[in-house]
């Protein structure tokens, strides 16, 4: 992994088999930055596993193929005292079929670029609505 980063921009180059949400949780430690919003992404994936949240916990599934990672959206928060990279994505098989959803794993293959937004004047933190871990954003003072 390879990456620059401003007050403005951080722009990831990731490697065959670094995880994304990993890579972008690492790099926002690094560079000491708690908040950001995804702005773009490409490149390609070797597998991704998905969550489905059903009230309680997520319903999952793995899709081992190589797939172009054809747009990614989310954002940085923090969530129980660590980061969390809150990702959703939308792969490209080759037969250009799409598959996509919520993020809980996704494995580089060849290489993916990823640009995020560090967030100065807002702190995005997550919390109990009752019913789940909703984004509770804040001012900063």
Not at 34 to 62: C, L, P, Q
Not at 63 to 91: C, Q, T
Not at 114 to 125: A, E, H
């Amino acid at each position: 992994m390879k990456y620059a980063a401003t007050d403005e921009m951080i722009a990831l180059r990731l490697s065959e088999g670094d995880d994304l949400g990993d890579s972008i949780a690492h790099v926002c430690r690094t560079c000491d930055v708690d908040s950001a919003v995804i702005v773009s992404a490409a490149g390609m994936v070797s597998s991704v596993t998905f969550g489905w949240y059903n009230g309680r916990d997520y319903n999952t599934e793995t899709v081992k193929d190589i797939m172009e990672l054809a747009v990614l959206s989310g954002n940085v928060s923090y969530r129980g005292g660590a980061l969390y990279p809150h990702l959703h994505g939308v792969f490209n098989k080759p037969d250009h079929g799409a598959i996509s959803g919520h993020i809980l794993q996704a494995i580089v293959f060849n290489n993916a670029e990823v640009f995020l937004k560090p967030l100065s004047t807002v702190m995005l933190g997550r919390a109990f609505d009752g019913a789940f871990e909703a984004l509770a954003p804040e001012k900063r003072l």
